[in-house]
T-cell receptor, first 113, second 115 residues
Framework: GENVEQHPSTLSVQEGDSAVIKCTYSDSASNYFPWYKQELGKGPQLIIDIRSNVGEKKDQRIAVTLNKTAKHFSLHITETQPEDSAVYFCAATRYSSASKIIFGSGTRLSIRP | EAGVTQFPSHSVIEKGQTVTLRCDPISGHDNLYWYRRVMGKEIKFLLHFVKESKQDESGMPNNRFLAERTGGTYSTLKVQPAELEDSGVYFC?????????????FGNGTRLTVT
């Protein structure tokens, strides 16, 4: 079935350094890729998304890239801060079935002071 | 605006018992979704309501799970009888319209532990 693989499962970086999380999707018809951040005790919250007709999107310190040919997409966080510590989920879906979002297994990001 | 609220936040039950989870979506959101995360794995889709109708329930694991949304407001998810593999975090989400770019607003989840 459709799946999204996410790596790494855990990531620890020094405050101020960059963090990169990578995902691969299996459904070639996927055309919308949201990223969610889940803080401790909270539900996932959308932080950025990208559509298949765009190769890169940036919002302040976070950016996402998409390689449709390879079916890879990545989240980049620059100048990491303590409040970036959380679990991050990549996801993929089709416009026609937006309710059925396929999530990755999550990356626990820790920022070392 | 109040967010999506879920109750209870935690539930510990024995195998074979029944548990009912509740979700109150954001007011005015016709679309309501249930997802769950088991054993630290991926978050998996369970089902989608549009108002009181089940739009897509293809993710429901088996007939021990029953979801309802009477009146198109809050929703309940009942597990009866619960099994060990049902342990996990159950998330509810809502959105105003059914569209890929209408963001899902998630609740804080219910952590279910079946012993």
């Amino acid at each position: 079935g459709e799946n999204v693989e996410q790596h790494p499962s855990t990531l620890s970086v020094q405050e101020g350094d960059s963090a990169v999380i990578k995902c691969t999707y299996s459904d070639s018809a996927s055309n919308y890729f949201p990223w969610y951040k889940q803080e401790l005790g909270k539900g996932p919250q959308l932080i950025i998304d990208i559509r298949s007709n765009v190769g890169e999107k940036k919002d302040q310190r976070i950016a996402v890239t998409l390689n449709k040919t390879a079916k890879h997409f990545s989240l980049h966080i620059t100048e990491t801060q303590p409040e970036d510590s959380a679990v991050y989920f990549c996801a993929a879906t089709r416009y026609s079935s937006a309710s059925k979002i396929i999530f990755g297994s999550g990356t626990r990001l820790s920022i070392r002071p | 605006e109040a967010g999506v609220t879920q109750f209870p936040s935690h539930s510990v039950i024995e195998k074979g018992q029944t548990v009912t989870l509740r979700c109150d979506p954001i007011s005015g959101h016709d679309n309501l979704y249930w997802y769950r995360r088991v054993m630290g794995k991926e978050i998996k889709f369970l089902l989608h309501f549009v108002k009181e109708s089940k739009q897509d329930e293809s993710g429901m694991p088996n007939n021990r799970f029953l979801a309802e949304r009477t009146g198109g407001t809050y929703s309940t998810l009942k597990v009866q009888p619960a099994e060990l593999e049902d342990s996990g975090v159950y998330f509810c989400a809502s959105s105003q319209v059914f569209s890929y770019n209408s963001p899902l607003h998630f609740g804080n989840g219910t952590r279910l532990t079946v012993t």
